[in-house]
């Protein structure tokens, strides 16, 4: 059975850093893309950050590119992302997810993904 487990959301004020954990059990992240997705009230929810298996990342819009930070800890079996300089905007549930890479898939889009963790809030104050 597969789980994702993120931690490491909070409330912080605007400026703050944080970093958040997602843990896997049952499939291994090296042989997966993984991707941090947000979800903001009455919104949709968007790709935030991915890693693909090969290693590479991509960021999703200028908002977030220089301040987010995506990594991975193959021996931990972890994916990071590393939140600097966080604004108001950015208070949202997070979610982490696994893709199996295939042909058709695409990073952006969550029907693509097959695992889901429950998602860690994080909340910015201004």
């Known amino acids: 059975q597969v789980q994702l487990v993120e931690s490491g959301g909070g409330l912080v004020q605007a400026g703050d850093s944080l970093r958040l954990s997602c843990g896997a059990s049952?499939?291994?992240?090296?042989?997966?893309?993984m991707a941090w997705f947000r979800q903001a009230p009455g919104k949709d929810r968007e790709l935030v950050a991915a890693i693909r298996y090969t290693g590479s990342t991509t960021y999703n819009g200028d908002s977030v590119k220089g301040r987010f930070t995506i990594s991975r800890d193959n021996a931990k079996n972890t994916v990071y992302l590393q939140m600097n300089s966080l604004k108001p905007e950015d208070t949202a549930v997070y979610y982490c997810?696994?893709?199996?890479?295939?042909?058709?898939?695409?990073?952006?889009?969550?029907?693509?993904?097959?695992?889901w963790g429950q998602g860690t809030q994080v909340t910015v104050s201004s």
């Open positions: 049952g499939l291994t992240l090296s042989y997966n893309n």
């Open positions: 997810a696994a893709s199996f890479p295939t042909y058709a898939r695409t990073l952006s889009r969550p029907s693509d993904y097959d695992h």
